[in-house]
C-alpha cells in the first residue's frame, strides 16, 4: 500500500470522485488555480476545469447556499470552507436550509453536499484560524459530522460523505495535513460513516478522541503503559450519527472514561458523549467519566507561549490518564 | 407556454397580439388570479373561525405574481417563492387541493407533510423551491440551480423571488454578485409591497427603487407596475428569455399592494393610517385586470362568471378535501431527518414507540 | 407586589432602564410604532422617539453588528431578533465579533449589549418559530446566556444585563409571555447574572431546567408527589456562567439528577449539565445522571398532533421523575 | 488636521495650496508612507528569518492609506481598518513600537496582548477598531459607531476600510443600507488591489467599479487612482466633510496593488505571471509620491535623506524594543473573557493555576 499524507489522501479522494461522477464540483475560495491554501485541491482544475472546479468569491453563505441549490439540481458540490473560522457566516444556510431541507419537504428535496472545512490549533492560526466548530454543527439534526484521523478513514470517509444521499461536515484537523502519514490501498473504498474505530485495545480505561487528538491520545497512552495503564483508545470518527455500540462496549469493558476535545470544554461536544456515557453505562463505570478540553476562552492566542498553553498534548492527556487511573 | 400551445385556442385579441399570447392565455391569467385570491380569502374564513391558527397571504400580489410567473416553463425551470407565493405557485402547477393540505398541516400535505407553517410551499415534481421561514435564504438556492443548470447543460431558467425587506438581506448582496460573475440564467423578483411587517420602506429600504441595485452587479433592472398583469409579463418573459438564451441574469421589481395585515397575527391599524388603507384598496390587482380584459373584449360577463363558479367550486373542494385528510402520524416525526433512519439518534426513552413499518 | 406577565417584566424593564441611562437604546424588526411582534416594546417609541427606539431593516447581521459598533462608541444597546430561530444570519457577528471584543483587545474594547430573543415552542410556530438555541451560544465564551423563567427574574435579570459590561444573550420563551405571571415589586431591583435558584426543595431526586421547562418540572413535582417522590426542582436562570454551586450541591444532596431541556437532546445544552454532574457529584450519585430533552429533528413540526409529540410536558416529566426515582 | 495646525509651519507650494494643506503636510504624508513601507518590509526579513511566522503587508496600499486616513481627526473621529491598514494605523497615531509588538505578539502589544495575528492592530485610545480575520465585520461596527455618534450628538466620523474581495460579503449590503437610511456619518473605502487571495476581480466581483454599487444605496461613490496620494486626500475630505455636515454617508474605491504575496504563506507565482509582476512595480505609490514632491519642489534630496535615516533608526527602534519585550504570561491566558474573571468557567484541571493577583 502507498504512504500518503492525510491532505494528499483527501486530494486523492477528491480527485477520483470527480473522475467517477461528473455530478460532483468543487467549490470555494481559491480552490482553482492555487489549489487551496491548504493545496487540498490541487491540481483539479487543471483536470477538471473551470466548470467544475469553481473559484468563488470571498462570501461563505454564497458558497453554502448555492451549492444547495445546486444538489437541488441534481449535483453533488463539495464545499471547501478556506477556515472552520470562517464558517459562521454560512451558519444559516447550513442549519436553517440544508440540514432541514429533507424534513421540510418530507423527503421531497434533498441536498447531497459536503463541507470540508480544516479546523483546530496548534499552527499559530490565533483566534480565527485555530477553532474547533463541531460542537455547533454536530447538534443539528440533518447534518452529519465527520472528523477523520487518519489518511485511510480521510479517504475513504470523503468518498462515504460525497455519495451520502445528505449533507456532511467534513472537519479536517490542519495540523495534521502534512504531519500524519499512512497507508492508503490502490483500489477504491469506502469508510462508512458512523462507525468508530478501537485505536488501542486496553482494559484499565477508555479514552475517546477525534481528528489530531486521536494521535495525542495514542502517545499518552504509550507514555502511561509504560507506567502499567493499559488504555484503550476509541476514535469516534464521525461524531454524528455516533456510533454508540463502539463507544459503550469499551467503556462498559473498562469502567472508566475520558473525553478528549481540542475545543472549549463548556458545552463541547465531548459534553454529549460524557452525557451519554455517564446515563448509559452508569452501572459500569467505577470512576467519573472525565473530561480533559480546551481552556474555556476564545481559542486561541497567536503567541506561542498562550497557544502553547491552550492546546492540549499527549503530556496533558497522560496527566488526565494517570488521575483518572489512579481514582 | 401559451394557452394556445396547451389548447389549440388561437383567438387573440390586440390586447393579447400586443404580448405575444392568445386570449385564451388572458383568460387563464385571470382565471389563475381569481383563484389564488378566493383561496387566500377562504384561508381567512378559517382562520376568523378558529380551523386554522395562521395564514399568511398574497392579496394585493397576485397580479405581479402570475404575470411574472406566466412565461416559465412549468416543470422545466425553476421557482424559489416566498410566503406570499400563493398565485406563483399555482401558476408553477400546484393545485388547490394542495395548497389547502398545506393550510391544514395535514400528513398528505406535500409542500412539508404539515411540518411548516402554512404558506411554506414547495413541490420537487413542479420545481419549486421549497420555502423557509428565514427570508432571502433562496436567492441562494436559485443561483444554485442556475450554476448547476449551466453545467449540467441544461435550457433551465431560474427565478428566486422576495419581498423587498427581504431584499436587504446580505445573502441577496452575495447571489447578485455571483450569478452576474457567471452571467447565469437567473431572475430575481422583488415584490415591493412598501413594507416589512410594520416597517415602512423608508426605514427598511435606503432607495425608492430596488431595481436600481441591479447596475451595482451589472445587470439590468425593471420596475413594473404590480397592477398591470401583461407589464409584468412581458419584463419577465424579456428576463426569462436573455437567461435562457445565455446572456445573464437579471432583475424585476413589481410595485405592488399588501392588501392583508402582514399575517393573521399582525393588526396592521396600529402603523397604516385608514385613509393609506382606502388608496391601497384602489390598487387591487384583480378589478383591474379583470377591467382591462373587459375592456379589450377578452372576456365577458359569460366567461366571468364561469370562472367565478368554476373558483368557488374548487375552494370548496380544496378545503372539503383538506380538512378531511387526516393529520400526520406522530410516529412518522423521526423520519425525513435523513435518507437512513438508523442515522438517527435514537429517540429519548419517553418517545411513543415508532410502529414497526411506519414511515 | 403588583403581579405581572412575563412580557408585562420585560417591558417594564426595558423602560425603566431607558429612563435611567440615556446610553440604553432599542433595535430591531418591527419595535417601534408596533412595539415588536409579541409587543415587548409597546410604548417605548412613543415615550423615547425615532433615536432611542429604531426600527431597522431586515437583517440580523446588521442588527448585532451595528450594536457592537454602538457599545464601542458609549452606548448600551438592547437589539431585539425577532425569533430567535431568526439569530443565525447573525451568528458570524454574534460568536466572532461580540463575544470576541474583549479578549482580542485584553479589554482595551468591551461591548456592553443584550440581545433579546424570543425562542421555544408549544405555539404553532413550525420549524422556524420555535427552535431552542441556547446551546450554540452556551458554548461561546465571552458572551452570558440568561434565561429567566418568571417575571421578577426577567425583569430583574434584564436590568442586570443591561448594565452587564459584556455581550448578554437574553432568551425569553415565548410561551410564557402572556401565559405566565408572577409579583414583581415595584422599585429598582436586579438580580444577578450567574445564579441559579432552588425552586422547590425535596430530597429524592433533583430536577434541572430552565425556562419553560422549569414551569414543567414544578407542574411535574407536584404530580409525583402525591406518590411520594419529594422532587427538588433547580431553575438555572443563567446558562452561562452557570452556578455550579447550586447545581451540585443539589445533587450531592438527592444523588440522583434529571435535565430537562425542550431542544434536541443530542449536544444540547443540557448535555453539558449532565457532563458537569457525571464528573463532579460522581461519588453522590445513586442512579444514572438521566436526560429528557426533544427528540433529534428539527424543531418542531407546525401540525399539533406532532407538535405535541416533539414538546415535553408535565406528564413527560412526571414519567422520567417516576423512572429514575425508581432507579 | 494640518501639519500647520501643529507646528505653524506655514509654506505651502502650488501643490500643497492646491489641495488646502502646506508642505508640511505633505512631508509627514509622505513620511508616513515610508515608515509604513520600512516596517513592513523589515515584517518581512524578520519573517524569512525564522523570527516571526507570518506576516500580511500593505505594500502597495500605502498611497491610498495615508491619503484617505488623513482628513480624519486623530483620537476624534473612528477608523475599522482591515489587515493591510499599517498605514492607515501610524496616521490614526500607532507608533511603530507598537505595531511591533504585534508582529512579535508581545505581552504588551496593544492591540492584542499577542493574542491575534500580525496585522490585526487595533488602539481603543486612537479609535482604532480591533481588526478581526473575519473579513467585512467592521463595516457594521462603524455603521454602529456613527450611529451612536449621532445619537450622542458627537459630530465624529466613522471609517471602515476593506478589500474588494471582502465588499462581496452580505454584511457590506446590510451595512451600506442601514447608513444610507439613518445618513450617518459614515465612508466606506474599498482598497481594490484585484485579487482576493489568488482569485483575480473578474471572478469575485461583478462589476469592475465597486463604487458602482454606491447608487444602488443612495450614495456617492468615488474611484480614486490609489497611486496619486493627494487624489485620495481629497476625495477622502470631501466625503469625511459630508458626513461631519450631516450630509450622509459615502463610498471611496482607491486602485491599488498588491507588491506582495497575500500573506508570508503565499505564493503569488503560481496565479501571477512575471509580466504582471513587473507591471505591478510601476504602480508602487512610494516612489510615485516622493517623485511628485520632488518635481513641486516640497521635498529635496536633503530633506529626503533625513526622512530616510529617520524611518531608518524608528524600524530599529522599534523591532529591537520589541523583539526584547516578553511574551505574554500564561496566566493571563484566561484573562479577559469576561469584565470579572468570576464569570470564567473554572479552568480544566490540568491548567497551570493562575498566579495570585496576576492579570
Ligand atoms: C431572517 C428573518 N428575519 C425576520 C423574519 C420575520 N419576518 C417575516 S416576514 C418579515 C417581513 C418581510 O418583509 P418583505 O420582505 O418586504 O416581504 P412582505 O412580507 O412585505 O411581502 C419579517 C421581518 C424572517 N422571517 N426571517
Ligand atoms: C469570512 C472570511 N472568509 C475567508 C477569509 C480568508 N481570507 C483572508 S483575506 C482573503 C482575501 C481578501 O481579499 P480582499 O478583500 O480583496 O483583500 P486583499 O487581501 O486583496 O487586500 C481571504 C479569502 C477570511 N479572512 N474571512
Ligand atoms: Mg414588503
Ligand atoms: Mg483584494
Known amino acids: ?327 | 407556454m401559451t394557452v394556445a400551445d396547451q389548447h389549440g385556442s388561437t383567438a387573440a385579441s390586440g390586447l393579447a397580439a400586443a404580448y405575444g399570447l392568445v386570449d385564451a392565455d388572458l383568460v387563464a391569467m385571470y382565471r389563475t388570479m381569481a383563484l389564488a385570491r378566493a383561496l387566500d380569502e377562504r384561508m381567512w374564513v378559517l382562520n376568523r373561525s378558529g380551523r386554522a391558527p395562521f395564514v399568511i397571504s398574497g392579496q394585493g400580489h397576485e397580479g405581479a405574481q402570475v404575470g411574472i410567473a406566466w412565461p416559465l416553463r412549468r416543470d422545466h425551470d425553476w421557482v424559489a417563492p416566498f410566503y406570499r407565493s400563493i398565485a406563483t405557485c399555482l401558476v408553477a402547477g400546484m393545485t388547490p387541493r394542495e395548497l389547502m393540505l398545506a393550510q391544514f398541516a395535514r400528513g398528505s400535505d406535500p409542500s412539508s407533510g404539515g411540518r411548516q407553517m402554512p404558506g411554506h410551499y414547495g413541490h420537487a415534481g413542479h420545481h419549486v423551491v421549497s420555502v423557509s421561514s428565514p427570508v432571502a435564504t433562496q436567492i441562494l438556492h436559485a443561483a444554485g440551480i442556475a450554476l448547476a443548470a449551466r453545467i449540467r447543460g441544461l435550457d433551465q431558467v431560474a427565478m428566486a423571488i422576495m419581498g423587498e425587506g427581504s431584499s436587504n438581506q446580505g445573502d441577496v448582496h452575495e447571489a447578485l454578485n455571483f450569478v452576474a460573475i457567471h452571467r447565469l440564467p437567473f431572475v430575481f423578483v422583488v415584490e415591493n409591497n412598501g413594507y416589512a411587517i410594520s416597517v415602512p420602506a423608508e426605514r427598511e429600504l435606503s432607495v425608492r427603487d430596488v431595481a436600481d441595485r441591479a447596475a451595482g452587479y451589472g445587470i439590468p433592472g425593471t420596475v413594473v407596475d404590480g397592477t398591470d398583469v401583461l407589464a409584468c409579463y412581458a419584463a419577465a418573459r424579456d428576463a426569462v428569455d436573455r437567461a435562457r438564451r445565455g446572456d445573464g441574469p437579471s432583475m424585476i421589481e413589481a410595485k405592488v399592494t399588501r392588501l392583508t395585515g402582514h399575517s393573521s397575527d399582525d393588526q396592521q391599524t396600529k402603523y397604516r393610517s385608514e385613509a393609506e388603507l382606502a388608496e391601497t384598496r384602489a390598487l387591487d390587482p384583480l378589478p383591474i385586470f379583470r377591467d382591462q380584459l373587459r375592456a379589450a373584449g377578452v372576456l365577458d360577463e359569460v366567461a366571468q362568471l364561469e370562472i367565478d363558479g368554476d373558483v368557488a367550486l374548487a375552494v370548496e373542494d380544496a378545503t372539503a378535501f383538506a380538512e378531511a385528510e387526516p393529520d400526520p402520524d406522530p410516529a412518522t416525526g423521526v423520519d425525513h431527518v435523513f435518507a437512513d433512519r438508523s442515522s438517527n439518534e435514537p429517540p429519548p426513552p419517553w418517545h411513543p414507540a415508532p410502529r414497526e413499518g411506519a414511515r
Chains 1, 3 share one sequence.
Open chain 1, 1 to 327: 500500500m502507498a504512504v500518503r499524507t492525510f491532505i494528499e489522501a483527501i486530494r486523492e479522494g477528491l480527485a477520483e470522485e470527480m473522475r467517477r461522477d461528473p455530478a460532483v464540483i468543487v467549490l470555494g475560495e481559491d480552490v482553482g488555480k492555487k489549489g487551496g491554501v491548504f493545496l487540498a485541491t490541487d491540481g483539479l482544475w487543471a483536470e477538471f476545469g473551470d466548470d467544475r472546479v469553481i473559484d468563488t468569491p470571498l462570501t461563505e453563505s454564497m458558497i453554502v447556499g448555492t451549492s444547495v441549490g445546486a444538489a437541488l439540481n441534481g449535483l453533488r458540490p463539495v464545499a471547501e470552507i478556506q477556515f472552520a473560522d470562517f464558517i459562521f457566516p454560512a451558519f444559516n444556510q447550513i442549519v436553517s436550509e440544508a440540514a432541514r431541507m429533507r424534513y421540510r419537504t418530507v423527503s421531497g428535496a434533498t441536498v447531497p453536499m459536503v463541507i470540508r472545512a480544516p479546523f483546530g490549533g496548534g499552527v499559530h492560526g490565533a483566534l480565527y484560524h485555530s477553532q474547533s466548530v463541531e460542537a455547533f454543527f454536530a447538534h443539528v439534526p440533518g447534518i452529519k459530522t465527520v472528523v477523520p484521523s487518519t489518511p485511510y478513514d480521510a479517504k475513504g470517509l470523503l468518498r462515504a460523505s460525497i455519495r451520502d444521499e445528505d449533507p456532511v461536515l467534513f472537519l479536517e484537523h490542519k495540523k495534521m495535513y502534512r504531519s500524519v502519514r499512512g497507508e492508503v490501498p490502490e483500489g477504491e473504498y469506502t469508510v462508512p460513516i458512523g462507525r468508530a474505530a478501537v485505536r488501542r485495545t486496553g482494559r484499565r480505561l477508555t479514552v475517546v478522541a477525534y481528528g489530531l487528538m486521536v494521535h495525542y491520545a495514542l502517545e499518552a497512552a504509550e507514555r502511561v503503559a509504560e507506567e502499567g495503564i493499559d488504555c484503550e483508545v476509541v476514535d469516534l470518527r464521525t461524531l454524528r450519527p455516533l456510533d454508540r455500540e463502539t463507544l459503550l462496549a469499551s467503556v462498559r469493558k473498562t469502567g472508566k472514561c475520558l473525553v478528549v476535545y481540542e475545543d472549549n470544554r463548556f458545552g463541547g461536544y465531548g459534553a454529549e458523549i460524557a452525557a451519554i456515557v455517564a446515563e448509559e453505562a452508569f452501572e459500569y463505570l467505577d470512576g467519573p467519566v472525565s473530561r480533559l478540553a480546551g481552556p474555556d476562552t476564545p481559542a486561541m492566542p497567536y503567541n506561542h507561549v498562550l497557544e502553547e498553553w491552550f492546546m492540549l498534548s499527549p503530556a496533558k492527556i497522560a496527566d488526565a490518564i494517570r488521575r483518572l487511573a489512579a481514582y
